[in-house]
């Protein structure tokens, strides 16, 4: 008898192993559409506590790990530059700042830090891939040794002290060296947020988000109307529209005004796994809009109905269009391409607090693999490191990788949602709930102590969120453990 059950768990644990793996694979190599990232920036006066908020799912296939580092603050001596994958050379300035970001396991393939917080509490999201439509691909195609997503999140944060002055930077280098690829991107400081677009090889955009407003950004340039006279609320290519004007991007007899995302992206015919996510976004915030599901263009700003909160955006980075009928966990819905997918690889919510010093008004919440299925943790921007499980981590499976045991868990649980999840999101929401009620008495202290010793300040709080992130760790290890030995109950009965 001792035998047959022995034998019988071998079996069983591998088809475990063999179930999780086809299900890790399955996951990764999903319909392309699933491939994009959906960002949300919003204005100080659109939140509660008049926070900037800006953040984005990273979407892409599962088997990609994501680290997360503290970068220190560097002198450079002349000549030295900083390279990216696409042989993009620039050189490096005499100080880089420091920052705290999430970054791609192999930096050689390049860098994609897709969200960070410096030093000076300057926060970016990048990016947020888009296409040209055919004339502009002729016209101002893109620049294979240009700059792009791979590596212009890391210069920002190394270079700018400001929002402003990361627009500016992005502006210049597109210009001066061209851009690799076409995209969207949120720089945000304290004081105020931007929507930047790349729209060719060497045309961009940058709008300033009305303070009271707030923008969904998916995989497709959305911004409109330009008036580069406004340098309060726009920047972008001097050239920008004479040059479209000159190569047929856009004719002023038609009468229309120019519009940015028509002459070089693709609004002239947009597709549904764009515009249902703005309209999914808007909706979400803003009900009482009643936009058309279907109309397929839709403002690029809207007020929300109700000042929104960072678990608020939370919420909307997963939100599946439940309640109406593009809800993807249902049958009228399952071709939908929601906003809270399974392919998301990370996702982060970056809060920007003026009333508070950098150090403890930076907050990177970051939620390892999937956020339906996993849990956000605060990483304030002064913290000087991390723990080692959440710098581990490849294209393979590793047990003691902080990504592997978060993505295992979504892998899972995606298998069979509605049976699954129940045992996921109550243990994720309790967590989530303690860490806000904490937040005003943890940043209390760290305000004192900062006004006493800002070294003292800072070992403070990267103790806090590495507490946070290590008792995260041990959930979800238990949970996947909870999970595997469940999956492995089914495979059994399945015999």
């Not at 450079?76 to 050189?91: D, L, R």
């Not at 998301?344 to 150090?359: A, F, G, K």
């Amino acid at each position: 008898m001792k035998d047959k059950r022995l034998g019988w768990r071998f079996i069983t644990i591998g088809f475990v192993v063999v179930v999780l793996l086809s299900v890790l694979a399955t996951l990764s190599s999903s319909n392309m559409d699933n491939h994009g990232c959906t960002m949300l920036i919003v204005g100080k006066a659109a939140t509660t506590d008049g926070s900037i908020l800006v953040a984005r799912n990273e979407d892409f296939p599962g088997n990609w790990a994501k680290h997360i580092i503290v970068v220190p603050k560097k002198t450079h001596k002349s000549g030295e530059v900083i390279k990216s994958a696409t042989n993009f050379v620039c050189p490096q300035p005499s100080v880089t700042y420091k920052y705290v970001s999430a970054q791609d396991w192999d930096p050689t393939q390049g860098r994609f830090n897709e969200g960070g917080i410096n030093e000076y509490q300057v926060g970016v999201s990048a990016t947020e891939s888009a296409a040209q439509n055919d004339k502009a691909k002729e016209t101002d195609p893109v620049i294979e040794t240009g700059i792009g997503e791979n590596i212009i999140t890391a210069l920002v944060l190394q270079r700018a002290k400001t929002a402003k002055d990361g627009v500016k930077l992005v502006g210049d280098l597109v210009e001066e060296h061209g851009s690799s690829e076409i995209f969207g991107m949120a720089i945000g400081d304290p004081n105020e947020a931007w929507l930047l677009e790349v729209g060719g090889g060497h045309h961009w955009v940058a709008v300033r988000v009305p303070d009271d407003s707030y923008v969904v950004e998916p995989n497709a340039l959305r911004i409109g109307e330009v008036n580069l006279s406004d340098t309060s609320n726009f920047m972008g290519s001097a050239d920008l529209i004479t040059f479209a004007k000159a190569h047929s991007l856009y004719d002023p007899a038609s009468g229309e005004p120019f519009n940015f995302a028509r002459a070089y992206g693709t609004a002239g015919s947009p597709s549904v796994r764009n515009y249902r996510r703005v309209w999914g976004g808007q909706h979400f915030l803003t009900p009482s809009a009643e936009l058309d599901p279907e109309a397929k263009r839709y403002p690029l700003f809207l007020t929300p109905d109700e000042k929104i909160t960072p678990q608020r955006v939370m919420s909307f980075l997963r939100y599946h269009y439940q309640g109406t009928k593009y809800d993807t966990e249902t049958p009228s819905g399952k071709e939908e391409r929601g906003i809270g997918i399974s392919n998301t690889l990370e996702s982060h919510v970056l809060q920007l607090r003026d009333w508070l010093p950098n150090p403890i008004g930076g907050v990177m919440w970051l939620s390892m693999s999937a956020p339906r299925t996993s849990v956000y943790v605060p990483y304030y921007s002064g913290i000087t490191e991390v723990p080692l499980a959440y710098q581990l981590g490849t294209d393979e499976y590793d047990s003691k990788s902080a990504y592997w045991a978060f993505r295992t868990i979504t892998s899972v649980v995606f298998t069979n949602f509605s049976e699954m999840a129940k045992d996921v999101q109550p243990v994720w929401e309790a967590f989530e709930n303690q860490e806000f009620a904490w937040q005003p008495t943890i940043e209390k202290v760290a305000i004192e102590l900062h006004n006493q010793n800002e070294t003292l300040s800072a070992k403070f709080l990267t103790i806090y969120s590495n507490g946070l992130a290590l008792n995260a760790l041990d959930n979800a290890f238990i949970l996947e453990k909870n999970l595997l030995s469940k999956l492995a109950g089914e495979a059994r009965g399945a015999y």
